[in-house]
Every structure is written in C-alpha cells, then in structure tokens.
C-alpha cells in the first residue's frame, strides 16, 4: 500500500513458484513509502494475512486498535542474487487470519517451517508464526501451536543467551516436555545464523518436535522431539487460526524477520523436512541493502539540514540538552549553536549495514528514538539503546539530492519535524506528526560538512 495516495498493487513472481518481483514492488514505490498490507497464500486455499486486530492481550495503535503494518523495504535479501523483500516485524506490527481453510484443529496434526533473520529478536511476547485462536482471545492450553524466536526465558528456553527457535504453545513458550516445560533444553542452542530455518511440529498423541538449522547451509538438528509439556497440552486444542509476528490474543510486543514459511496438515517426517532444508540452502538467501541514495561516510562530521519550504530551510537538526529539534544555524551562529547542530557519524550501532550519529558537542551520546521521538541521550550499552539510535539513509522522498534517514527498528517510521520537534514518523500514521502533508518534504535533508567536528 503506497503512502502517498493509498494505493495498492499485488507483488506477484517472476515466475511460478520463483522470487517476487521486487523491481514491481521498486517502482510502485518510489518516491514515497510503501506498507504491506496483504501477505498472500501461495496454497490455493486463499488463506492470506491481513492487518492483525486486537486481542486479550493488546490493543494496536492504529485505528480500531488494529497494529501496524510492516514496511514493504525493512528485510531486503537476495535469492540466487535475485532481490525480494520479507516482512520486518517491528513491537506493536502483527498479521492474522482468523477464519482460514484446511489449518489443522484439535489434536490433529501439524507441521510448521519458517525461515527467519536470527539477528532480529527480543525477549517480548510474541514473535510467532503459526497456528493460533479464532477469537484472538487466550482460551486456554494447547489453544495455539506456534514457532517463537526470541530470547524470552520466561518458560522454557534454550543453552545460551539465545536467541533461541520455541514452540508457542499458549500459555507458555516451550522447547521440551515432561517436565513442565520449565527451564534449560540444551540441546537447543542459541542461534548465531543470519538466516535460521525454524521447525515446530504437533503429532496427534502426544508427540511434538522443535528443529532447526543454518538456512545458507548444512542440515537441520533435532533440538527436542517427545512429549508435550505437560498434561496440559494433551490432547491439544489448536483452532487453526494463522498469526504472524504476534500471540493469540495479539500479545504484540515480539519482533523478528520472517522470508517464507509453510504450515501443513499431517506430521512431517524428518525426511520431508530435511529436503525442504536443502531447497533453502539451494536458494542462496543472502542480505540485501539497507541503504541508498547519497552515501553518508561513517566517520565524517555532518550536519543536516531541513527542506521543507517556506517554513526551514534555514534550519538544522540540533539538540538542547536531550531535545532534538530544529534551530536557524549559519556560519555566523555562535560555537555553541554549531557544535550542537554537529554529528559524527558511526557504524550503526544496531545494525552494522546502517549508521548511528553521535553529538559533537556531548561525546558518547547519540541521537535515538524513544517513544516515537528523537533524543540525544548517552550510550547504555543495551541492546534497546543501540537498536533505537540506528538508521538507515535512503534517497530522499521530496528534494533531489537529499537524504531521508529511516529508523533500522521501525523501518515504517522516518525522521521528520513537525512544529520544531523530530520524531520517526509513519505516511499517514495514527499520530499527529504522522500526517501526510508534506511528509515527503519533511523527511527529506540536506547533508552536509559538519559545521564544527
């Protein structure tokens, strides 16, 4: 969906069952933002995911309490070299089906394959993919069957610090049984692949399995295969809803990655699996782009001015103390004004593929996000902190020549100013500072030598 006049088109294959074409998706979207706002089925049973609404758990944040769409640019990869999108899942994004055809019920069997970027996780609930309730309300154990990724250790979880491939099994995230589900399985690592094949699967019975493996190579492991949990979860309940990125009662606070996935009825044999892993790696996932446009050098001191005319173009990002907003700086403009209009570029924090902008005139802190607005705080060496103060530099929406600077976290969200003040702002969004009159102009800088370094 195109932010500038809500427009939609479908992203078709190259081919049947190739890579989409992301030179379609390139050119519907240029010169604005684009949304996803239909991930389709591609197994004839016309299952396809929509905007995720609300739950038990969680009320989205934009109309009707809906959660958010993922950006269509946030997961570039490569196939075979050819480009195509996947889906970033960002807190607060999330898509469902709740009324689909030929999902699995009950006890009846399962199998479910993803594959996902196994850098992108958190310890929220929930980033999951799977078979989940009809009402988007929690009923019960065994109500849903789910692969998680993330580093949660709230029930079970993995050897390591994670992040880790768990079964969602509502009510609880596991990656064991027999034993209440609690605590370490260490035969479940933590994932250090860019991009992870994940496998949860449910047999009728009482038999339940977690795999998983290396999707640019090698074979898939066993992490678990026995019984489920716990009494609790025998027999199961699955109602055979589909969720993407979020709970079953839409506990929507996960992120992570998703490229492709599959669900089935029946229980796959290892067999099946393993030759579905060797199509994976046969398709030569690789990292795509995240950036464009105007280079900006890590280590070079730049300033950024905005475009937006008549009301700033006069004006630069600068802060005072931690509030970023925009000031009339000049050449004549006091030391002290230019140091705080002034911004050392490093490698992102978060993402090594994007960049993060440290104060001049505040050594160690860094402008960062926080609650959809921008502040200049001093590095904590957290995961949050380096996440939020990484962005991606792309070619400008308005202005030829210039910069838009998109947040790595929340790939939908930009930076703008809007009334004096810069905030990551989304094409049409729910807030104020959404708005899309002039977002492109808004979002568009001039980049240029520092004023002072």
Known sequence: ???????????????????????????????????????????GQGNHLTQAPPGGAATGPEANGYDYLASAIGAPVTLNGQKAYGVFISPQAGYRNDSPRGTATGDNPEGIYAVLD??????????????????????????????????????????????????????????SGGDNGIGSNPSNPSITYRFVTAIVKGNSGNQWAIR???????????????????????????????????????????????????????????????????????????????QSGTEISVGSTVSFRATTAPCCATKYITHVDADVELQVVSSSSTVALQRSASWIVHVGLGNSACLSFESVDS???????????????ANDGSTLFAQDATF?????????????????????????HYGGVLYIASNGGPNAFDAKTTFNDDVSFAVSVGFQS
């Open 118 to 175: 196994g850098t992108h996780y958190n310890n929220g609930c929930c980033f999951d993919y799977g078979n989940a309730e009809t009402s988007n309300q929690d009923t019960g154990n065994g109500h849903m069957e789910t692969i998680f990724f993330g580093d949660r250790t709230a029930h079970g979880y993995g050897a390591g610090s994670g992040p880790w491939v768990l079964a969602d099994l509502e009510n609880g995230l596991y990656t």
């Open 212 to 290: 998983g493996g290396n999707a640019k190579s090698g074979s898939l492991s066993t992490y678990y295969s026995g019984v489920r949990p716990t009494p609790d979860y025998n027999p199961m309940n699955k109602e055979g809803a589909i969720v993407l990125g979020v709970g079953g009662d839409n506990s929507n606070k996960g992120q992570g990655t998703f490229y492709e996935g599959v669900m089935t009825t029946g229980y796959p044999s290892d067999a099946t699996e393993d030759s579905v892993q060797a199509n994976i790696v046969a398709a030569g996932y690789a990292a795509g782009s995240l």
């Open 363 to 377: 050594p160690g802190s860094f402008i960062r996000h926080s609650r959809n607005t921008l502040h200049v705080n």
């Open 392 to 416: 991606c530099s792309q070619e400008a929406l308005g202005l030829t020549g210039t910069n838009a600077l998109r947040s790595w976290s929340y790939p939908a969200r930009y930076w703008r």
């Open 1 to 43: 969906m195109r932010g500038s006049d809500s427009a939609t088109t479908d992203i078709k294959p190259l081919s049947a069952g190739g890579v989409a074409n992301a030179a379609a998706q390139d050119a519907f979207c240029s010169g604005t933002t684009c949304l996803i706002s239909i991930i389709y089925d591609q197994s």
